[in-house]
């Protein structure tokens, strides 16, 4: 087994510094606000010094800076996960509104009463009321799998609720 060298990644992230109660610093809520790596923040930084402007909304050259370089992202998170097309990739502002999307976009125009979304007991909030309200709009069920006292996902427990009017599976994983 490979050893993951926590402590070497944990210095790319100038906020990991931080102590709380005298303890590192843990964070765990990157579903709404990811920490940034030192990468990030200076990539930010030299765009907001020297590229920053509307992407896709102009001819100027900032505007074109910005563009082609929002688009090298798009490319690169094609490649990352072995997309056809960058016409695949959605770029949101963050996992939430990315679930959202997904909720009033396909759940909406696929689901209908008595089918079926599974999430678990475990799910950040963001992964819960966007599935509730798609239960409501359309007649869908929304069924919880259970976690064990250690927070773990009772796998036996989740397969049960499998069906075959299961549409959709929302999970959180790491």
């Not at 990811?34 to 509307?54: E, G, L």
């Not at 896709?56 to 090298?72: A, N, P, Q, W, Y």
């Not at 909720?103 to 992964?127: C, F, R, V, W």
């Amino acid at each position: 087994m490979t050893h993951f060298p926590v402590e070497k990644i944990r210095l790319d992230f100038p906020i990991l510094e931080e102590k709380i109660r005298n303890k590192p610093l843990v964070y765990l809520d990157n579903a709404a606000s990811c920490q940034k790596p030192n990468a990030v923040i200076d990539t930010i930084s030299h765009v907001y010094r020297h590229d920053y402007a509307n992407v896709h909304r102009g001819v100027h050259t900032l505007s074109v800076r910005s563009t082609d370089k929002f688009e090298s992202a798009r490319e690169k998170i094609r490649a990352f996960i072995n997309a056809d097309s960058t016409k695949e990739i959605i770029i949101t502002k963050g996992t939430t509104e990315s679930i959202n999307l997904v909720a009033q976009t396909y759940g909406k125009a696929n689901l209908k009463p008595g089918d079926e979304i599974l999430i678990t007991a475990m799910e950040h909030h963001s992964n819960i009321v966007p599935w509730q309200m798609l239960c409501e709009q359309t007649g869908a069920i929304l069924k919880v799998a259970p976690i064990n006292q250690q927070g773990e996902l009772i796998v036996t427990e989740f397969e049960k609720l499998l069906g075959d009017k299961t549409r959709l599976v929302a999970v959180v994983h790491m």
